[in-house]
């Protein structure tokens, strides 16, 4: 089952700029995460809100979380090259033990 | 180094030929995940275990297994690959601390499987 769904599937901008990604889910929630994946590598995870929370920032990274519209948004400010990566945003709902991954985002960064 | 490790990183097979993927974690993790990553698919969840011989189905468990007999290894197992089980795998492992509300997973690098 897929829960979270990325929008847009593929966007690209210049260095400097800044990306916002788009993550919509179905279910109720525990928390959600977004994790970024380099190109056929593993997933590392960037960032973790809770289903209380609205917003959260770690770095050049902001999220927020609207759970009365099932949604989620991150921002990557003040974009560079090495951003360059595929972003997926996962759901925790009900039991603790499973991850629903979204299709992701591929996020191309031009110097 | 807290890693999760995968091996092999690349592999191609014939159809019907049983192979096992290994995973191990050396962060002493007692949940480990399996799941594959197919294009426009995100990853979906083959196998999880909660401890030792504790493992359940995910979302895409037929054609798969998986044991678990000590906390640091979780195997999968293809006993006749077919090529829709073409794709890439990962494996996650995860402590069961904080359950509710924090479920950060750690993946190993991806294992590229090819069934001819």
């Known amino acids: 089952s897929q829960q979270g769904e990325e929008d847009p599937q593929a966007l690209s901008i210049q260095e400097g700029e800044n990306a916002t990604m788009n993550c919509s889910y179905k279910?109720?929630?525990?928390?959600l995460q977004w994790y970024r994946q380099n190109s056929g590598r593993g997933l590392v995870h960037l960032i973790l809100i809770r289903s209380n929370e609205r917003e959260k920032h770690s770095g050049r990274l902001r999220v927020t979380l609207d759970t009365s519209k099932k949604s989620s948004s991150l921002l990557i400010t003040a974009s560079r090259a090495a951003d360059t990566a595929s972003y997926f945003c996962?759901?925790?709902?009900?039991?603790?033990?499973?991850?629903?991954f979204g299709a992701g985002t591929r996020l191309a960064v031009h110097p | 180094e807290a890693q999760v490790t995968q091996n092999p990183r690349y592999l191609i097979t014939v159809t019907g030929k049983k192979l096992t993927v290994t995973c191990s974690q050396n962060?002493?993790?007692?949940?480990m995940s399996w799941y594959r990553q197919d294009p426009g698919l995100g990853l979906r969840q083959i196998y999880y275990s909660m401890n030792v011989e504790v493992t359940d189905k995910g979302d895409v468990p037929e054609g798969y297994k998986v044991s678990r007999k000590e906390k640091r290894n979780f195997p999968l197992i293809l006993e006749s690959p077919s090529p829709n089980q073409t794709s890439l795998y990962f494996c996650a492992s995860s402590s069961l601390s904080g359950l509710l509300n924090y479920n950060e997973q750690f993946f190993g690098p991806g294992t590229r499987l090819t069934v001819l």
């Open positions: 996962a759901t925790v709902s009900g039991g603790y033990n499973k991850l629903i």
């Open positions: 279910t109720s929630i525990n928390n």
């Open positions: 962060m002493n993790h007692e949940y």
